[in-house]
């Protein structure tokens, strides 16, 4: 297998995707209404983590681009849980690319305690022999679900998900700890909002003299 050939054009999703998504911020931005999204990060999945995946799922390789949806990642981090529903509708108007699932562990969180809501796109990849359609995967979280699923993440990496029985309990209450900040954080949303707003607005003046 030619993982730099196959991996190619999950590279270059990944880079204009990004560029896209951050567009969508610098909008919100020059209009100075409040801005759902608070920063996009991208990555293709490293050989080894797909290698692995494909073992866990019995996935042949030769199958890896139909059935390997997150080989291209895109991350989109919001400050408040409504405005998950907002970049979602906002990615559902979109024409650059398909959607073609939409998993929920928001409304249904994981076993782990995961918060996240993902969507699964068909992305077109202009290709010097033509376009090539290919499968990435957006996940959209607030930063306290961010917060919490980067640790945890570490942690699973360490442990292999055979986490010992205190981190376990750590982890089930760390993840109730960022739901109940979600929850406290949208409570005060408009103040909040009204605020940044303000410091918005004064910084542009500030730097327009
Ligand atoms: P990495 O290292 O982030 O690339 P499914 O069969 O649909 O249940 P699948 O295909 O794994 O399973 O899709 P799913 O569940 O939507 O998960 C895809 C990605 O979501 C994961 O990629 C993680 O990034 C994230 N994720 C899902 N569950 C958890 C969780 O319990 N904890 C954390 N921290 N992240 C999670 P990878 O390949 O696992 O990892």
Redesign the pocket.
């Known amino acids: 297998m030619d993982w730099e050939e196959f991996l190619t054009p999950y590279k270059q999703a990944v880079d204009e995707l990004k560029v896209k998504l951050k567009g969508m911020r610098t909008q919100f931005e020059k209009e100075h209404t409040h801005c759902p999204i608070e920063f996009v990060t991208g990555?293709v999945?490293?050989v080894a983590?797909i290698i692995e995946?494909a073992n866990i799922?019995g996935i042949p390789l030769d199958r890896l681009e139909a059935e390997?949806?997150?080989i291209a990642?895109l991350r989109m981090m919001c400050q408040f849980v409504d405005d998950i529903k907002l970049v979602v509708g906002l990615l559902r108007r979109r024409n650059d690319f398909r959607i073609v699932e939409e998993?929920d562990?928001i409304s249904n969180k994981?076993?782990?305690?995961?918060r996240?809501y993902?969507v699964?796109i068909e992305y077109p990849v202009q290709t010097i022999r033509g376009e090539k359609k290919i499968l990435a995967?957006i996940?959209i979280r607030t930063l306290a679900m961010n917060f919490?699923?980067?640790?945890?993440?570490s942690l699973?990496?360490k442990y292999k998900g055979r986490f010992p029985e205190e981190i376990n309990l750590r982890l089930k209450r760390a993840a109730e700890a960022a739901f109940r900040l979600d929850e406290e954080m949208s409570e005060i949303r408009e103040e909040i909002q009204e605020a940044q707003m303000y410091f918005s607005k004064n910084k542009e003046r500030a730097e327009r003299k």
């Open positions: 990555r999945k490293p983590s995946k799922k390997m949806q997150d990642g998993k562990y994981k076993p782990s305690g995961y996240s993902h699964i995967e996940q919490w699923a980067t640790i945890e993440h699973n990496y």
